[in-house]
């Protein structure tokens, strides 16, 4: 099994100071999912991960990483585990080819057996050709995608990314979406943070959301929807002229809402109205003047934003 951690919890400091940021996690990863781990600012995602590498000491619990117990044996484990880490730690002074290979002697894997798989390494990151390229001539995408194909040069059987297409455009989050679909298909699993509810709902098989180092919901991105969310949202905006003055959503949502919908939740300008059946309500708006709806599924957003909230988090 590539990660199984039980009864997670740590700790920083001791005595009535203590903070405890991870609380009796319980997660089990099988092999070939992605399987992502979301959760606010400070909700003990990345406290988890470096308990699971053996980079933090846990205060209680039991983790195996690849089938090797943590962190008796975490040195073993992290040799036959990827990482994309948040932020690139490429070298600068060599090529792309050169940052394969020396990655690659780290885990014991010499050249001349690193050397043939650089141009499949790099392939694989939409990067042909750069073999020779210097880092600072790469646009942030081809970066994290060369991050990416660095952490494959040891064969992983766990690939972590953390938040690996944060700042990327739209044509390089899509490709690096296909190939971590081709990565899990061919075996390889995947635990994933990312802030970008499409990204797990796209990618992930399971997922968990934490807070304040809790778990909070697990499960297939459709089961965790259904379990905890109404089907249908109707969002809510723009200036309500319906009572003689001009006011936004919120004002509308004040006097309607509760009878129009099983729950509202205001966000800035717009009025979240969460229902079973959102035809009443859309009948009703449609003779509102100056107010706009949009009608959609409820999303892996939505249950994020009700268990956790929408104050910010710094």
């Known amino acids: ?105 780290y885990f014991g894997i010499p050249e001349r057996d690193i050397r043939p798989r650089v141009p499949e390494l790099l392939a694989f990151a939409g990067l042909e050709g750069k073999d020779n390229a210097r880092i600072q001539s790469l646009s942030g995408g081809m970066k994290r995608r060369l991050t990416l194909a660095r952490a494959l040069v040891n064969k992983p059987e766990l690939l972590i990314l953390d938040e690996p297409t944060t700042g990327l455009d739209p044509q390089a989050r899509h490709l690096i979406w296909e190939r971590l679909r081709r990565l899990t298909a061919e075996g390889t699993t995947i635990l994933l943070t990312t802030h970008f509810m499409d990204e797990a709902e796209r990618l992930a098989h399971r997922l968990a959301i934490l807070d304040n180092g809790r778990l909070l919901a697990q499960g297939s991105p459709r089961e965790v929807i259904a379990a905890h969310i109404e089907p249908q949202v109707v969002e809510v905006f723009g200036d309500w002229t319906g009572e003689g003055a001009t006011s936004g959503a919120a004002a509308w949502a004040a006097r309607h809402a509760d009878a129009l919908s099983r729950r509202c939740e205001i966000s800035g300008e717009t009025a979240f109205c969460y229902t079973d059946d959102a035809a009443p309500l859309l009948a009703h708006l449609a003779h509102q003047p100056g107010l706009r709806t949009l009608h959609r599924p409820a999303n892996l957003e939505d249950v994020f934003l009700k268990l956790t909230g929408r104050e910010l988090r710094d």
Do not use: H, W, Y
């Open 1 to 105: 099994m590539p990660l199984e951690i039980r009864s997670l919890v740590k700790r920083f400091g001791t005595g009535p100071d203590a903070r405890e940021v991870v609380r009796g996690l319980d997660l089990k990863l099988e092999r070939g999912e992605c399987f992502a781990l979301l959760g606010p600012n400070g909700a003990g995602k990345t406290t988890t991960l470096r308990c699971a590498l053996g980079l933090a000491e846990a205060s209680a619990g039991s983790i195996l990483l690849c089938g090797l117990p943590v962190p008796a044996q975490a040195r073993q484990a992290r040799a036959r585990v990827g990482v994309v880490p948040q932020t690139d730690s490429l070298d600068p002074d060599f090529t792309c080819a050169e940052n394969l290979v020396v990655f690659a002697g």
